[in-house]
């Protein structure tokens, strides 16, 4: 029987050109990727418990996370004279300077606010990269599986992070506990960013990505994301924490939480491209937010139908289901594929629908905890399914293009 390892070195080999830096660029994602889980690991229960962020702070907190995001655009238009290596590179700095600060810094709102902000910048710009870099990487006719192997990479290193977590945190615990797992990340991520720099490679970057790129055909994409962008935002930020704040979940639980609910993405993602492909990109669309609608009855109102342990478990279940059913966002780019005259165009309205995501999600982030707050998880949570109703209704409008 062959040895799994060498075979998957094998596929890397013959996706990948020799000639290239990917060597150092894929260690250098691991890296990232192990850094990443075991930060997205500790940071919830990490500002609920020792920073002591209620679900407004929380909300606030996202908003400037999720910042950096809306202005990536603005960021990569200043650094168009860097390769794509170099943006990598500064991004990899930035994430590691974010960490250094959460390890150091006291567990001051505003100061852990700002640190937040710092490391999702990084994080945002090395993002942008990545796909950049897998394809000019990659030998002719290789870009989808290069694709490919750079996001198991990266979700192998973030699982790795989540299960480090979820067994250190049954024995361990406290303030000082969140700050050695800062500093492991702190760690790792330093490892990543040498290794970043071995990256010699003057590739150069995508302009679709440095600026916005709108067509009135897109329209119907457009307020798309408007919509998958406030759903989303709403799972993403109060999901975890209604879990914490609600239900007590410890940190070991919340680990767990996110490993399932990447490793049933990993596993569900191949079957919802193939229903795409199948039952067309706009039934696909339709159908997944009325599934949300199910979702965000169950995350909102549990709590008063069940006792509260059968509840939890509820909410754990509708939060795995809700990552999955994420992934028929794919159907959206399937769309503006569909309609678009090059591939050029494509990329163009993509990054751009992604900063219209983020805008709605940074304001969705900062009005949420507030509406958490004064009126409860049940009206968040119930303007998530309105939401959902919405997309639905608007993706039913859309006219499919008759394949000749």
Request: proline share 2%.
């Amino acid at each position: 029987m062959a040895n799994p390892f060498k075979k998957f070195t094998l596929k890397l080999g013959d996706t990948f050109d020799s000639n290239t830096c990917w060597i150092p660029f894929f260690i250098s994602l691991m890296s990232m990727g192990l850094g990443y889980g075991l930060y997205k690991g500790v940071i919830d229960n990490y500002l609920a418990e020792v920073v002591g962020m209620g679900e407004f702070h929380r909300g606030v907190a996202e908003f400037f996370r999720e910042l950096p995001g809306f202005l990536l655009v603005f960021i990569l238009a200043l650094l168009y004279r860097f390769s794509a290596e170099g943006v990598f590179k500064i991004g990899g700095l930035i994430m590691l300077v974010g960490m250094l600060l959460h390890m150091g810094l006291p567990a001051d709102r505003i100061l852990v606010t700002t640190a937040i902000c710092i490391y999702s910048l990084g994080e945002h710009m090395q993002l942008g990269m990545r796909n950049t870099l897998s394809l000019v990487y990659s030998k002719e006719g290789r870009g989808g599986r290069a694709l490919g192997f750079q996001n198991s990479i990266y979700q192998g290193g973030t699982l790795a992070g989540f299960f480090i977590v979820m067994i250190a945190f049954s024995f361990i615990g406290g303030e000082k506990s969140f700050r050695l797992f800062f500093a492991i990340s702190a760690l790792i991520m330093g490892i990543g960013t040498v290794l970043a720099f071995r990256m010699t490679g003057q590739s150069k970057t995508d302009k679709s990505k440095s600026r916005f790129y709108f067509r009135k055909k897109y329209t119907k994409f457009y307020f798309l994301e408007v919509f998958y962008g406030a759903r989303k935002q709403i799972f993403f930020t109060f999901g975890p924490y209604v879990l914490i704040l609600f239900y007590k979940a410890s940190t070991s639980t919340i680990c767990l939480l996110f490993a399932i609910s990447a490793i049933c993405c990993s596993l569900a993602s191949p079957l919802v491209g193939k229903i795409i492909d199948r039952l067309g990109y706009k039934i696909v669309m339709v159908s997944d937010t009325l599934i949300l609608v199910i979702v965000c009855f169950f995350y909102g109102f549990a709590h008063r139908i069940f006792p509260q342990n059968v509840a939890f478990i509820i909410c754990c279940a509708n939060y795995i289901l809700d990552s999955v059913i994420s992934l028929a966002s794919m159907a959206s780019n399937v769309y503006v594929q569909d309609i678009s005259d090059s591939k050029e165009e494509v990329r163009a309205t993509i990054s751009t629908g992604i900063s219209v995501n983020h805008f709605i999600t940074i304001l969705i982030a900062l009005f949420g905890g507030w509406i958490w707050q004064v009126l409860g998880i049940e009206t968040l949570f119930t303007l998530s399914a309105i939401l959902g109703i919405f997309n639905s209704i608007y993706a039913a409008t859309i006219k499919v293009p008759k394949k000749v």
